[in-house]
């Protein structure tokens, strides 16, 4: 079965950086595109990077600081968060549509604040 496991959320101060990771089984990843959401509290979840094969795409919030990329090889998608802000607060979780079905990890949870 599908499953996505993100993880390398923490606390970290503005103006950081975090890499988050998302370890993907269970389908052909190198064949699908990988999406990184996120959602804050009282506010609905968005989408913040997506890649497919090498073509990627950002939301315009987080363009020129987060950077997503993806290991084939590893079954791995990650996301690169530099210059990071207190609104960057989230939970953050790594999405699949695979065979149209939706698949979604537990999500992982950064916390940018002084």
């Known amino acids: 079965q599908v499953q996505l496991v993100e993880s390398g959320g923490g606390l970290v101060q503005p103006g950081g950086s975090l890499r988050l990771s998302c370890a993907a089984s269970?389908?052909?990843?190198?064949?699908?595109?990988m999406n990184w959401y996120r959602q804050a509290p009282g506010r609905e979840r968005g989408l913040v990077a997506r890649i497919l094969s090498s073509a990627t795409n950002y939301a315009d919030s987080v363009k020129g600081r987060f950077t997503i990329s993806r290991d084939n090889a590893k079954n791995t998608v990650y996301l690169q968060m530099n210059s990071l802000k207190p609104e960057d607060t989230a939970v953050y979780y790594c999405?699949?549509?695979?065979?149209?079905?939706?698949?979604w990890g537990k999500g992982t949870l950064v916390t940018v604040s002084s």
């Open positions: 269970g389908f052909t990843f190198s064949s699908y595109a």
């Open positions: 999405r699949a549509l695979v065979a149209g079905k939706e698949y």
